[in-house]
């Protein structure tokens, strides 16, 4: 066994179908997808929080 990032592999390529290598990877990019996604929301988030921030500051000098 081989050891990458932290999760064992045992030869995954040698073990499954080309059908199942298709479904994985399917499967991973469909999470990509959804990752990024959710990391754009988070983004707007964190600028919208900023602008909150940074308003509060102004009308805290003022």
Known sequence: MEEING???ENI???VDDNELNKMIEFLQSQLV???ERLNETIKVKKGLEGVIEFLKKRKKT
């Open 7 to 9: 999760i064992v592999e």
């Open 13 to 15: 390529l040698e073990k």
């Open 34 to 36: 959804k990752t990024e």
